[in-house]
């Protein structure tokens, strides 16, 4: 019965968080963010959804390892497995020079959440500093955002011909009215979903006589970033390796701050010794992996995407022999 539950709660986010991004996305065209930003904001906070409602559930419920577990689990499988899977099939190089900003912002929050993590454990006075952060970095994005799209809407070309407005959007944006419905309905079954995916994570970690730590490693980690392995390959298939990139840097930053800052909120979530050893470490090389793709715009092909989904079979190999 706890295998039913976890699949029909994966089930659950994975479709709840699907209604919720196209509500938001749309609502973020009505308000005129670039593609870009939708991609590290609003779709990027949709897809984190399902890792705050899980990390709160499992506070609540008494098991705040198993959060520490989901955001560190989920941010190695969205870089190893989210990217790593979608460019064996579609190579893509990066070109929109604003990424390197946001991966940079990414790395330092990664360096920052170890450094709490050796201090740990995580009380209500680190989400004082961890939710602001995230507060910040949201309003200048949003700031940027709107300041370029309306310098590519104003600016009148040299040679005198009409103005065009080059903002790039995603297709078909729903009303507001429509999209806010969208919204409600996803956070709800994201709600119900992550119930169920914790309730048979801790009856299966029991079964095994494994930490919860672990399966929020493992199961539930590679669970809750099946709405980035989603988006990541619709979006490369379309040719939007952007929006793909954008998505997972967006929701690795969610992960460090606003999961771990709201589960911070709700109770203590102690730092098992095992993660100041090994996963934390994983986490930081997978997310300093990407610095030659970002930075020097080094192509992402197939041969990387075969090294960064073999490093993450390897870990989880690892994880269950550990």
């Not at 955001?71 to 390197?100: M, R």
Request: with cysteine.
């Amino acid at each position: 019965m706890s295998y039913i539950l976890v699949i029909t709660g994966l089930i659950l986010l994975v479709f709840a968080g699907h209604i919720l991004i196209r509500g938001a996305v749309s609502i973020a065209e009505n308000l005129g963010l670039s593609k870009l930003v939708i991609g590290l904001t609003v779709v990027a906070f949709g897809t984190s959804l399902p890792e705050l409602v899980v990390g709160i559930n499992a506070a609540l419920t008494g098991v705040p390892t198993m959060a520490l577990g989901n955001i560190v689990g989920s941010n190695i499988a969205n870089i190893l497995l989210v990217i790593g899977l979608p460019i064996i099939f579609y190579p893509f190089a990066l070109e929109d020079p604003d990424l390197k900003r946001h991966y940079v912002i990414m790395l330092a929050g990664t360096v920052l959440f170890i450094l709490l993590c050796f201090n740990g454990p995580f009380t209500w006075k680190y989400s004082l500093l961890l939710i602001p952060l995230l507060l910040i970095y949201l309003l200048n994005s949003y700031k940027r955002s709107r300041d370029a799209t309306a310098q590519l809407k104003f600016d009148k070309p040299v040679d005198g011909s009409p103005k065009i407005n080059i903002k790039e959007t995603l297709e078909n944006p729903l009303t507001v009215l429509r999209a806010s419905l969208l919204v409600f309905i996803g956070l709800l079954g994201l709600i119900f979903g992550a119930d169920i995916l914790v309730s048979g994570g801790v009856e299966i970690a029991r079964d095994f006589n494994v930490s919860e730590a672990i399966i929020g490693l493992t199961i539930i980690a590679v669970g809750t970033s099946l709405p980035e392995l989603v988006t990541a390959i619709i979006a490369l298939k379309e040719n939007h390796g952007e929006v793909a990139l954008g998505n997972v840097i967006g929701s690795n930053i969610f992960n460090l701050f606003a999961i771990m800052g709201g589960t911070a909120l709700v109770a203590d979530v102690p730092v098992p010794e095992p993660f100041l050893n090994t996963d934390l470490w994983v986490m930081l090389i997978s997310s300093a992996a990407l610095l030659p793709f970002v930075i020097w715009k080094v192509r992402l092909n197939s041969i990387i995407g075969l090294v960064f989904s073999a490093g993450y079979i390897i870990y989880l190999f690892s994880l269950s022999i550990s």
